[in-house]
């Protein structure tokens, strides 16, 4: 398939096919979290940490972890909550029905899944696919620094409350982190907030703003593209 057949394909399943296309233009906290000993931990041994994690409850219940995936020299990093029942069952985050979303919405900004490194906040499932705790996102957090510290990416994307929220250290609502460039925490790495693409399958009148984020975030990238 042509590459702008293909691309067409993936702004239909955003729902924006109607919308005309342009050419593609040109702090991560290290939070106060009970410390675990990651320090300089290298991925071998992070994925370790990981996989045999019991640091919250949520062990009990998973099938297993979901490290993440994707380059680990990746420019861009993904960052949503936690696995649901598909990914706690293959062990990759973002394989259901959000993640075909999610693949169409990185596609539609010229970002192939195997591009990006992509992670969630907590690496087990919360059962019922509730939200995590705070007490489970506390302890999991570290995790996700070290990865960030590890892949050092030039942009983040947040997907849903929960990734923006505690990679920004706030109890602001989504709605107003959206559209603008945050940094935080030691590596000042710059993050833009986006709707879950959970949330969209259930509010799929939103899919406008979050190609607004998208659009967004790919003219801060090549901005920053030619800064480095
Ligand atoms: N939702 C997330 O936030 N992460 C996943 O990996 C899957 C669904």
Not at 44 to 67: E, K, P
Not at 112 to 133: L, Q, T, W, Y
Request: with cysteine; aromatic share 6%.
């Amino acid at each position: 398939m042509a590459e702008e057949q293909r691309r067409a394909r993936y702004l239909e399943a955003l729902g924006i096919e109607q919308w005309v296309r342009r050419a593609m233009p040109a702090e991560v906290s290290e939070a106060d979290t009970p410390a675990i000993s990651l320090g300089e931990s290298d991925w071998i041994t992070l994925q370790a940490c990981v996989r045999n994690c019991q640091r919250c409850s949520l062990h009990q219940t998973r099938t297993q972890t979901v490290f993440g995936v994707g380059d680990p020299a990746a420019q861009w990093m993904v960052v949503g909550e936690a696995p649901g029942v598909d990914e706690d069952r293959q062990g990759e985050p973002f394989v259901g029905a959000a993640g075909q979303l999610l693949n169409a919405m990185l596609a539609a900004i010229y970002l192939p899944r195997e591009s990006v490194f992509i992670a969630n906040v907590v690496k087990c499932r919360p059962p019922g696919n509730r939200d995590p705790r705070p007490e489970e996102v506390v302890q999991c957090l570290p995790y996700l620094h070290r990865q960030i510290s590890l892949v050092r990416p030039l942009i983040i994307l947040a997907f849903g409350r929960v990734a923006a929220q505690n990679l920004l250290n706030t109890e602001t609502p989504i709605g107003k982190l959206r559209g603008r460039v945050h940094r935080s925490g030691a590596l000042n790495t710059p993050i833009i907030v986006t709707y879950h693409p959970a949330y969209l399958l259930r509010n799929p009148g939103e899919k406008r703003k979050v190609w607004e984020d998208l659009k967004f975030a790919r003219r801060i990238f090549v901005e920053l593209s030619a800064k480095t």
